[in-house]
């Protein structure tokens, strides 16, 4: 079953027009690349999330016009902790692109993206309500599938699976 | 794009308006989804959803279990479409492995998949109609259901909870007979599709309570996340079957169907005419079903055949491994899309190596689409509402998980 092994030298991925748009930016900050198992993934540094999300909506050849989903995973106990993670789909050009975000374990926040893609409200509610992650400029931070009185992050790695007792 | 973030605490304020809920235990809302309105008399002003009555933390729950041991799990996140949800996991799972599915699997899954769209398509047909007042529609819609339903018990035992499909290929051979009665349903469904269409789509009523309702433009379906018959009733041409394939449906011939209007009408047509060309894809899938095996060559990962316990050592060995300790994946992150009846359906599966996932997220293709209620109703009236929440085909475990 082995696979071709995963590509992480962003000199070998400069074809991949998600690249190419972020490295010619000189507002985005790109601190590494992976391409593995036919998907990309782009690690951006935490300030320039929105950035990078403008540039690569706005990218006349292939605009990922579209937000398919924001989600996280938790890498406790490692640091940085976590890593929040977008998927963005080319509509037109049938392409899609991951992009990522390391943070830390203490007071996780980065800034919403709400404003670029309404769309993004309710994955990064989810996000903020299951893992605690704090997202800065969002209309309505609020837990969203848990009660409002709820203790802790579920989806983080140190809660229990049965919960608190 | 402003107008379409506005998401404010809801307080009953001014002097004309009153706050009102709908929900959660309100017939039209298909569960337990509980919106918040504020009205000024009929006219709605604003519209809040409030979700997560149905949460049962399935997301955490995976990260418990044996790769093998989460499929039953996904069944239950999208009661309308269970083998949809098999099906996007599984083929995550298997991207994860490199495994080769063999031919009559991936047509089989195809076969299923789309007999799933249509039993997923008639419940929102009969309910949707239902909650706007067509009370026949719901008995002719729930009769045909009936019969895909026998169908998934020949195959897999199971009405509505299947977990037919599994990392490798299917639990079980379709068994004898299976075929003939698909043919018989594929052949007779059309005719009942007529039949939907005579009560509803020339039905001035119907028309009078779906068109111009709750439209979106393209612009704003795309902005707020929309996918599937919803983001296609705004005239995006856009389906991941044909656009980015999986499970071998390059080889199959379908038209995509698209309206213009972005109304509720427009997304019921949408649907419809989805009823006649997944029944296309179920009878090319029938026509040309090859011969072979249904696993995949891969003992440590698929689970061995029962005669074959019974005789080799190795598979006995095999099965016993399998079951207690799983199968270890190796280390590595997918997201697999597919085109579920309500819209790109999405796992993100995140391997560290061992044989319980990392991280296993669903992208709910309804959550993103509940999130164009307040485009679609703000400034319309109350029984407006109920439509554009039927129109977009909601099911609340999928949004909940």
């Known amino acids: 079953m082995p696979g071709t092994p995963a590509i992480t030298d962003i000199e070998q991925l400069k074809d991949h027009p998600a690249v190419i748009r972020l490295l010619a930016s000189s507002s985005v900050v790109v601190e590494g690349a992976k391409f593995d198992r036919e998907e990309m993934s782009i690690y951006v540094h935490r300030g320039s999330i929105r950035d990078a999300c403008v540039q690569l909506r706005d990218d006349p050849g292939c605009p990922f016009n579209y937000l398919s989903d924001v989600t996280c995973v938790d ?47 309710y ?9 605690g992650v704090r997202f800065e400029g969002h209309p309505y931070l609020r837990r969203i599938l848990m009660p409002e009185s709820w203790d802790g992050y579920p989806l983080r790695k140190d809660y229990p699976v049965e919960g608190y007792r | 794009m402003a107008h379409l973030n506005a998401m404010p605490t809801m307080e009953a304020g001014q002097d004309r308006t009153m706050i009102l809920n709908m929900g959660p235990q309100h017939p039209s809302t298909h569960g337990v989804l509980r919106v918040i309105l ?44 269970p083998l949809t949800n098999n099906l996007c996991y599984v083929l995550a799972v298997e991207k994860l492995l490199g495994l080769e599915i063999p031919s009559k699997a991936q047509w089989m899954r195809v076969l299923l998949n789309e007999l799933t769209r249509i039993n997923s398509h008639l419940v929102w047909l009969g309910t949707h109609a239902l909650d706007i007042g067509a009370m026949s529609v719901f008995l002719y819609c729930f009769r045909e259901r009936e019969d895909i339903l026998r169908l998934f018990e020949m195959v897999s035992g199971q009405r509505m909870m299947t977990s037919y499909f599994r990392i490798g290929g299917l639990a079980l051979e379709p ?49 707020l996340g929309a996918s599937g018959p919803t983001l296609r009733g705004s005239g995006v041409d856009f389906d991941l079957r044909r656009d980015m394939p999986y499970s071998g449906y ?32 179920a009878q090319q899938a029938l ?40 199968f270890a994946v190796p280390e590595g992150e997918v997201y697999q899309a597919v085109e579920s009846p309500r819209g790109e359906m999405g796992y993100y599966v995140v391997s560290d190596g061992t044989a319980k996932p990392y991280r296993v997220h669903m992208r709910a293709a309804c959550l993103a689409n509940l999130q164009l209620l307040p485009a679609m ?8 509402v109920v439509a554009a929440i039927g129109s977009i085909d909601i099911v609340l475990g999928e949004i909940d998980r």
């Open chain 2, 287 to 326: 026509d040309g079903m090859p011969e072979g095996p249904i696993k995949a060559d891969s003992p440590k990962v698929v689970l061995p055949d029962r005669e074959k316990m019974k005789t080799q050592m190795e598979s006995l060995i095999y099965h016993f491994k399998i079951i207690t300790e799983g």
């Open chain 2, 38 to 81: 504020e009205i000024d008399g009929e006219n709605v002003v604003r519209i809040m959803p409030d979700i997560g009555y149905l949460h049962t933390g399935i997301e955490k729950t995976c990260e418990a279990k044996f790769y093998q041991q989460v499929v039953p799990l996904t069944d239950r996140i999208d009661y309308l479409c």
């Open chain 1, 123 to 131: 994955f990064e509610r989810e996000v903020y309500d299951l893992f």
């Open chain 2, 377 to 384: 109703c703000e400034g319309r009236l109350i029984a407006d």
């Open chain 2, 175 to 223: 068994p004898i007979g299976f075929f003939d009665k698909a043919r018989d349903f594929i052949r007779r469904f059309p005719s009942k599709v007529d039949e939907y269409e005579n009560l509803l789509t020339g039905n001035p009523i119907w028309g009078m309570r779906t068109k111009g309702v709750a439209r979106i433009s393209a612009e704003d379906a795309i902005a």
């Open chain 1, 75 to 121: 890498w406790y106990p490692q640091e940085p902790r976590f890593e929040v993670i977008y998927h963005l789909l080319s509509i037109s050009q049938r392409e899609r692109v991951r992009l990522k975000v390391r943070l830390s374990g203490s007071s996780p926040s980065l800034e919403s993206i709400t404003s670029i893609w309404p769309s993004a409200n």
């Open chain 2, 250 to 281: 390059e080889n199959f011939k379908f038209k995509v169907p698209i309206s213009q209007e972005g109304d509720v009408f427009a997304r019921y047509m949408c649907r419809v005419q989805e009823l006649r060309e997944s029944n296309a894809i």
